[in-house]
């Protein structure tokens, strides 16, 4: 039989009889175990940043081992699939070549699941926090905005005030009387009120400039790259309940509450004995300072009651909600982890299968013609066999010197072939 012909039992089965000629035995061995090593430090590098190592002795001799078994586990799976897969994939298989890039795939999902989020905690988890910080400085202007409105009431008490002022003096021109005094109470309660607002106002100032002084020492804190992104975690954590504590004073220094109380009182109206033209004119009076004090009220713009919430720390699945803005380091670790097993196996399959034995087909069923002239149909493979039968009956035995004469070759009948 011909050398260059493999019989359909002679599949090699492992990679030194399955690799081509061009492509040397080290070439594949250094790939399989070097990929797998790609992929352990990068899985290492991961877990670090990830905060496996915390923990003094302890989480370094965890990081260790799952280094380790890690290792174990790829460079297996990765020679399996090449050393034996591939040879029962090429000798038609129907499980070899699924179960083999299923195994390849998910080992590298593992590893990928680690290196990607491990190489972009940090930055994802400061742009979280950036991101917290922007909604708590909208959310203080509001408050800031809130307490500014406030703050208008301040002029209108003021006004009333010296109207009610007026009015006395007014009044008590010609006596003291019952009138004069009800008019000197309701400015007295009024001036009490304005005075008190006023000072707030004065409070309400130095709250500001903390709270402004607060929100630049969170930007601060955030920006400052010297410092790792889970201390400056921690530090912005202090700074956020300082802050909230700050907005909290400021809603307090403009006592608007006081002011709504102050409303109801202006509608319920005085009383003036035996005065019922006097008690129309002042409830009027009243009527329309209430009136005046609403509109300012209701001008007003109310803020979320609940402040954003602090980010909760990140972890390795809220990264892939920033896949987009880290693509590159994503890819990278794709393109270790699973691409570049999954083509090395790729290949070698491919290139067993170019150099794999012919498959021959099947010899067709005799038709009419065949019966009738009584040739018989035959596959190429039995007519490849009996071109080779004919060549070995021609060769020449080693046993026959150079000079010796050649004798016929021995040519049983085609009938004893079948």
Not at 20 to 36: Q, S
Not at 91 to 109: E, H, M, Q
Not at 172 to 186: E, H, K, M, R, V
Not at 350 to 359: K, L, N
Request: net charge negative; proline share 6%; with cysteine.
């Amino acid at each position: 039989m011909s050398k260059n012909f493999m019989s359909p039992n002679s599949f090699p089965t492992s990679t030194e009889a399955m690799r081509p000629d061009k492509e040397p035995e080290p070439y594949l061995t250094f790939f399989m175990k070097l990929i797998p090593l790609l992929e352990v430090l990068l899985f290492g590098m991961g877990l670090y940043y990830l905060g496996i190592a915390e923990g003094g002795v302890l989480g370094w001799a965890k990081l260790l081992t799952l280094c380790v078994a890690a290792y174990a586990v790829a460079y297996a799976i990765l020679r399996m699939a090449v050393e034996k897969g591939v040879p029962l994939v090429a000798a038609k298989s129907k499980v070899a070549a699924p179960l083999s890039a299923f195994l390849i795939v998910l080992v590298g999902a593992g590893f990928f699941s680690i290196t990607g989020p491990g190489f972009t905690i940090g930055p994802v988890e400061e742009s979280r926090l950036n991101a917290f910080v922007e909604q708590i400085g909208s959310y203080a202007d509001a408050r800031v905005s809130v307490a500014d409105q406030a703050a208008e009431l301040v002029p209108i008490m003021q006004t009333m005030a010296e109207d009610l002022s007026a009015r006395t003096d007014q009044e008590s021109a010609s006596g003291f009387g019952p009138l004069a005094q009800t008019w000197d109470s309701l400015r007295a309660r009024v001036d009490g009120l304005a005075t008190q607002m006023t000072v707030s106002l004065g409070v309400r100032d130095e709250l500001l400039a903390r709270i402004q002084a607060q929100r630049i020492a969170m930007e601060t804190t955030l920006a400052d790259e010297s410092i790792n992104i889970w201390d400056r975690r921690a530090e912005l954590r202090t700074q956020q309940a300082r802050l909230m504590s700050m907005l909290t004073e400021l809603d307090q220094a403009v006592p608007v509450s006081v002011v709504r109380s102050y409303v109801r009182e202006l509608e319920g109206g005085v009383l003036v004995p035996n005065r019922e033209d006097a008690n129309a004119q002042i409830n009027r009076t009243l009527a329309g300072y209430s009136e005046t004090l609403m509109a300012a009220l209701s001008e007003q713009r109310g803020v979320s009651a609940t402040p954003p919430a602090f980010p909760s720390k990140t972890g390795a699945l809220d990264t892939f909600a920033y896949i987009g803005k880290f693509a590159p380091v994503f890819l990278f670790a794709f393109i270790v982890d699973m691409v570049f097993p999954l083509a090395l196996w790729s290949f070698v399959l491919m290139t067993m299968i170019a150099h794999s034995p012919q498959v021959w087909s099947k010899p067709r069923k005799p038709t009419d013609l065949d019966r009738l002239t009584g040739m018989r149909a035959m596959s190429a493979r039995q007519m490849r066999e009996l071109i080779d039968e004919d060549d070995d009956d021609l060769a020449v035995p080693d046993d026959v010197g150079a000079g010796a004469p050649l004798r016929p070759p021995f040519r049983p009948n085609r009938k004893t072939r079948n």
